[in-house]
T-cell receptor
Framework: AQSVAQPEDQVNVAEGNPLTVKCTYS??????LFWYVQYPNRGLQFLLK??????LVKGSYGFEAEFNKSQTSFHLKKPSALVSDSALYFC????????????FGAGTTVTVRA | DTGVSQNPRHKITKRGQNVTFRCDPI?????LYWYRQTLGQGPEFLTY????????KSRLLSDRFSAERPKGSFSTLEIQRTEQGDSAMYLC??????????FGPGTRLTVL
């Protein structure tokens, strides 16, 4: 079975500083990995995905993520955080056996202070 | 705005009542998914449709839950005899085949 772990419930950074949100995964076979962001009273918004190819994936709003197969990690990064990046972030892995189900981590709340 | 809409956005009901939620996917998407998100947790898969066919149901979907997608367009999720443990955010998503899943804003259910 696929699973995702987000080891930090909360991440606090100052505006302008680098932001990292950690994610590790467990799958059998090659992983399909995703990052979503959720703002209050809104649905999940897609940020980026890793399917295959370059280990550094660039996504929306200046976010990027680095796939590391040996460490089974897919950390989300942003070089310079904005106050508007404050939100709830979810890492997800897609089921390999069935290409329909996303399995999500518990989420990481990011707070960027001005 | 992803284009997936859900109604109602909020629903408050008393224990034992039935509730029904609606999801309208992006029009060209043939797959539709339902997830449930409880406080402090990530979304959990409930079920999905390929066109009008319901192809998979999670064990989380007890016999009090039923979902339909008539004619492969909108979908409804009904919960019968609601329990307090059903209180959650119910998220709908759609995709074209196995592509990116686009999520709606969710329906927040509170069972008193």
């Amino acid at each position: 079975a696929q699973s995702v772990a987000q080891p930090e419930d909360q991440v606090n950074v100052a505006e302008g500083n680098p932001l990292t949100v950690k994610c590790t995964y467990s799958v059998s076979g090659n992983p399909y990995l995703f990052w979503y962001v959720q703002y209050p009273n809104r649905g999940l918004q897609f940020l980026l995905k890793y399917i295959t190819g370059d280990n550094l994936v660039k996504g929306s709003y200046g976010f990027e993520a680095e796939f590391n197969k040996s460490q089974t990690s897919f950390h989300l990064k942003k070089p310079s955080a904005l106050v508007s990046d404050s939100a709830l972030y979810f890492c997800a892995v897609r089921d390999i056996v069935g290409d329909y189900k996303l399995s999500f981590g518990a989420g990481t709340t990011v707070t960027v202070r001005a | 705005d992803t284009g997936v809409s859900q109604n109602p956005r909020h629903k408050i009901t008393k224990r034992g009542q039935n509730v029904t939620f609606r999801c309208d996917p992006i029009s060209e998407h043939n797959r539709l998914y339902w997830y449930r998100q409880t406080l402090g947790q990530g979304p959990e898969f409930l079920t999905y449709f390929q066109n009008e066919a319901q192809l998979e149901k999670s064990r989380l979907l007890s016999d009090r839950f039923s979902a339909e997608r008539p004619k492969g367009s909108f979908s409804t999720l009904e919960i019968q005899r609601t329990e307090q443990g059903d209180s959650a955010m119910y998220l709908c998503a759609s995709s074209l085949d196995a592509g990116q899943q686009f999520f709606g804003p969710g329906t927040r259910l509170t069972v008193l």
